[in-house]
């Protein structure tokens, strides 16, 4: 019993730790990349973001509520999809950022690296396009990036698992910002552009979102001054592959959700399949994604274990609401509550 008990209070101070960081994390963030703009030639447009903002305004203050209310199982959940959501801002504008550099293009690297690991992209996808089954899966696993990444803190919350939910916003932050940063030395018009196939020479594959970023991609690169629009923005980075970094995060996050586990983890496998076929990724994009996905991870496990060990807490810039992090006790199930 003695056991038990000690095990809960970790827990609980495991997903104090979790939910802490992740706040200053985000925050911290958001501050550091607006305050790189003035020194680049992108500008950001306010105009866009006033119904995102109100958005997440009005999610906040619901979560607030849950809090109050005494909603512990759902208010982790939704505070954790907020912040992912926040972070969106910050981690859009970097990867802009990092195009602006001009560095020259790396596609013919990215295409030796391929052919160095024995991988015929024109083969693989002629064999995608002649299977219109394959293709349309493949289309959906590709679009399940968001709804996965909104639904998994959710579904976590369920099984109890809230540290988990913001281990996953904290580790999809520096995947996207350690993306970011790297994609500065390897910038890439991608796949569909560098082997000259165009979406009519397709049969079953919709390589919208192979093409969809280019006119940014050039634009932010070669214009004087680039206005990003939020609204009209969309990732512009090739190598490595956030696609199949996301794919891996959200294989990790589930597995703590057995009756699932398995079905995500065959998901995500197609979905990190799909950044090649339905995207502009080469291979070596989506394995130095799933790279840096594991090294996220690994950093953010270490610095909590740090902070547990250390007993060292970050502070907080709220009233603390009771309950934060708690686990049910024994006897107490989630829908009790």
Same mark, same amino acid.
């Given at each position: 019993?003695?056991?038990?008990?000690?095990?809960?209070?970790?827990?609980d101070?495991?997903?104090t730790?979790?939910?802490?960081?992740?706040?200053w994390?985000?925050?911290?963030?958001?501050?550091a990349?607006?305050?790189?703009?003035?020194?680049?030639?992108?500008?950001?447009?306010?105009?866009?973001?006033g119904?995102?903002?109100?958005?997440?305004i009005?999610?906040?203050?619901?979560?607030?509520?849950?809090?109050?209310?005494?909603?512990?199982?759902?208010?982790?959940?939704?505070?954790?999809?907020?912040?992912?959501?926040?972070?969106?801002i910050?981690?859009?504008i970097?990867t802009?950022? @990092? $195009? +602006?550099f001009?560095?020259p293009m #790396?596609?013919? !690297?990215l295409?030796?690296?391929?052919?160095?690991? *024995?991988?015929?992209?024109?083969?693989?996808i002629?064999?995608?396009?002649?299977?219109?089954?394959?293709?349309r899966?493949?289309a959906?696993?590709?679009?399940s990036?968001?709804?996965?990444?909104?639904?998994?803190?959710?579904?976590?919350?369920?099984v109890?698992?809230?540290?988990?939910?913001?281990k996953l916003?904290?580790?999809?932050?520096?995947?996207?910002?350690?993306?970011?940063?790297?994609?500065?030395?390897?910038?890439?018009?991608?796949t569909?552009?560098?082997?000259h196939?165009?979406?009519?020479?397709?049969?079953?594959?919709?390589?919208?979102?192979?093409?969809?970023?280019?006119?940014?991609?050039?634009?932010?690169?070669?214009?004087?001054?680039?206005t990003?629009?939020?609204?009209?923005?969309?990732?512009?980075?090739?190598?490595?592959?956030?696609?199949?970094? @996301? $794919? +891996?995060?959200?294989?990790?996050? #589930?597995?703590? !959700?057995?009756?699932?586990?398995?079905?995500?983890v *065959?998901?995500?496998?197609l979905?990190a399949?799909?950044?090649?076929s339905?995207?502009?990724?080469?291979?070596?994009?989506v394995?130095a994604?799933?790279?840096?996905?594991?090294?996220?991870?690994?950093?953010?496990?270490c610095?909590?274990?740090?902070?547990?060990?250390?007993?060292?807490?970050?502070?907080?810039?709220?009233p603390?609401?009771?309950?934060?992090?708690?686990?049910?006790?024994?006897?107490?199930t989630?829908?009790?509550?």
């Amino acid at each position: 019993m003695a056991a038990d008990k000690q095990r809960a209070a970790s827990m609980d101070q495991d997903t104090t730790n979790a939910r802490r960081l992740a706040f200053w994390f985000t925050a911290a963030s958001t501050v550091a990349v607006f305050a790189l703009i003035p020194f680049t030639k992108v500008r950001f447009s306010w105009v866009d973001l006033g119904g995102f903002l109100g958005f997440l305004i009005a999610a906040t203050l619901f979560c607030v509520f849950c809090w109050r209310r005494g909603m512990h199982s759902l208010a982790p959940a939704l505070e954790a999809v907020i912040m992912g959501l926040f972070l969106t801002i910050p981690v859009l504008i970097a990867t802009y950022l @990092a $195009a +602006s550099f001009d560095l020259p293009m #790396a596609d013919d !690297v990215l295409v030796r690296a391929d052919q160095a690991l *024995g991988f015929d992209w024109e083969a693989f996808i002629g064999f995608v396009d002649a299977h219109s089954l394959l293709a349309r899966v493949l289309a959906r696993a590709y679009s399940s990036f968001a709804p996965q990444l909104l639904a998994i803190p959710l579904l976590l919350a369920v099984v109890g698992r809230y540290e988990r939910a913001y281990k996953l916003i904290l580790c999809y932050g520096i995947v996207c910002y350690i993306s970011s940063i790297v994609s500065i030395w390897f910038p890439a018009l991608g796949t569909y552009t560098t082997y000259h196939v165009p979406q009519d020479h397709l049969r079953n594959i919709n390589a919208y979102y192979g093409f969809a970023s280019l006119p940014d991609f050039i634009s932010v690169r070669t214009a004087p001054l680039f206005t990003l629009s939020f609204n009209n923005a969309s990732g512009i980075v090739t190598f490595p592959s956030v696609h199949a970094a @996301a $794919a +891996s995060l959200c294989a990790w996050a #589930a597995w703590e !959700v057995r009756p699932v586990r398995y079905a995500f983890v *065959g998901w995500n496998v197609l979905m990190a399949a799909s950044a090649i076929s339905h995207a502009n990724h080469y291979l070596v994009d989506v394995l130095a994604g799933i790279a840096i996905a594991a090294l996220s991870v690994l950093v953010v496990n270490c610095s909590l274990y740090w902070m547990s060990r250390a007993k060292w807490q970050m502070p907080w810039p709220f009233p603390e609401d009771k309950g934060a992090g708690a686990h049910p006790a024994e006897g107490e199930t989630l829908a009790s509550r």
